[in-house]
C-alpha cells in the first residue's frame, strides 16, 4: 500500500507510518502519538438524544470516548466504566463530555467481574434516572502467534471482558430499558473474517455477532432494538498496547484498507448515534454495520 495516497473520499487523516512506539500497560490514550481524533470535529449535533441517559463501558478512551462524546452533543447524559488504571483517560472524557454542558458519571471497576457489571446498571440508573442506551464496547485482546499460545487464563479474560460482559450487562438492563430504547455493541472485523493472531479475540466477537441478532429477536416485542457496529482497524490504544504487535506493526497499522490509513474513532461513533437514535433507526435491530474503511462483506 502506498503510503502517500491520499483519501478521495474523506478530509485527510492521519495515516502510516505512525510512530514504531508501544504503548505501555495500562493502555492509555493520553500516551498515544499521533492522538486519536474522538471529539468529531465535522459532526453537526441535531439534538437526537435530547433526554437520554446512555452507559458506554470503555468510554475512556477510543471508540467509546467518541461515542460518549456525540452522544453528549446530541443531548444525552453519559455514564462510563473503565478500569481503574485508566482514570486520567475517563477524566479527559468527563471534562469533553461536560463542555457539551452534559453530565458524565465516572464508574471505575473490572467487567470481568459479574457483579460489577449488575452494579454498574444498577448504579447508573440510581445516580441519573434511568436508561435508554446500553453500549458494550469495553475489549480485551492480545495477538498470540499461536493456539498453543493461548493460556486458560487469556482466553477466559478475553471471554470475560468481551462476551461474558455483555450478558451480565444485558440482563441487568432489559428489565430497566422502555420501548424505544437500544441496545448498541462493539463487533469488529475479525468477527467476519477471523485474526490467525486473535484467535480468541476473533471468536468472541463472532460470539457477539450471533448474540446480537438473537437478543433482538428475543426483545423485539418488548420495542428494544439490538445492534452492533464492527469496525475494521481504528486508531485507539487497543492496539498499539498489545503485546503481541510489535513497534513496526504499530507503524503501518491500517495501511492495507483501501483508505490506506486506519479509521479515527470519531469516524465510526457516528453509526453508534445512528442505532441510539429512533429517529434514524427505529426499522433497524439485528444488524451488523461493517465499517472497513472501503472493504465490502457480505457478513
Not at 479474560?157 to 420501548?179: D, E, M, S, Y
Not at 463487533?187 to 438473537?214: C, R
Not at 479509521?263 to 453509526?271: F, K, M, N, R, T
Request: proline letters at 8%; one cysteine or more; glycine letters at 10%.
Amino acid at each position: 500500500m502506498e503510503n502517500h495516497r491520499t483519501d478521495v473520499l474523506t478530509e485527510q487523516r492521519p495515516r502510516p507510518p505512525f510512530p514504531a512506539r508501544k504503548l505501555g500497560d495500562p493502555r492509555l490514550e493520553a500516551d498515544l502519538e499521533p492522538k486519536p481524533e474522538y471529539a468529531g470535529a465535522r459532526y453537526k449535533p441535531a439534538g437526537k438524544l435530547e433526554g437520554k441517559i446512555a452507559l458506554v463501558t470503555g468510554g475512556d478512551s477510543g471508540i467509546g470516548r467518541s461515542v460518549a462524546v456525540l452522544f453528549a452533543r446530541e443531548g444525552a447524559d453519559v455514564a462510563i466504566s473503565y478500569l481503574p488504571a485508566e482514570q486520567r483517560d475517563a477524566d479527559e472524557t468527563r471534562r469533553e463530555v461536560e463542555k457539551a454542558g452534559r453530565r458524565c458519571i465516572l464508574y471505575p471497576g473490572d467487567l470481568t467481574d459479574a457483579a460489577f457489571c449488575r452494579r454498574l446498571v444498577g448504579d447508573t440508573i440510581r445516580d441519573l434516572g434511568k436508561l435508554d442506551v446500553l453500549v458494550s464496547n469495553a475489549a480485551h485482546q492480545t495477538r498470540k502467534h499461536s493456539i498453543e499460545d493461548v493460556s486458560d487464563e487469556e482466553w477466559l479474560r478475553t471471554f470475560g471482558t468481551n462476551v461474558h460482559a455483555l450478558f451480565h450487562l444485558t440482563k441487568a438492563a432489559i428489565p430497566h430499558l422502555a420501548r424505544g430504547s437500544s441496545i448498541i455493541v462493539t463487533s469488529s472485523e475479525t468477527g467476519l473474517y477471523g485474526n490467525k493472531q486473535l484467535l480468541d479475540y476473533s471468536s468472541t466477537k463472532g460470539a457477539i455477532n450471533a448474540f446480537v441478532k438473537a437478543l433482538a429477536q428475543s426483545v423485539i416485542d418488548r420495542g428494544i432494538r439490538v445492534n452492533a457496529v464492527a469496525p475494521g482497524p481504528v486508531w485507539t490504544p487497543l492496539n498499539p498496547g498489545d503485546p503481541g504487535l510489535p513497534p513496526d506493526k504499530v507503524a503501518e497499522f491500517g495501511e492495507k484498507t483501501p483508505f490506506g490509513r486506519p479509521a479515527q474513532p470519531d469516524e465510526i461513533a457516528p453509526a453508534f448515534v445512528f442505532f441510539a437514535s429512533e429517529a434514524d433507526s427505529s426499522y433497524v435491530t439485528g444488524q451488523i454495520l461493517p465499517i472497513l474503511g472501503g472493504e465490502t462483506t457480505t457478513g
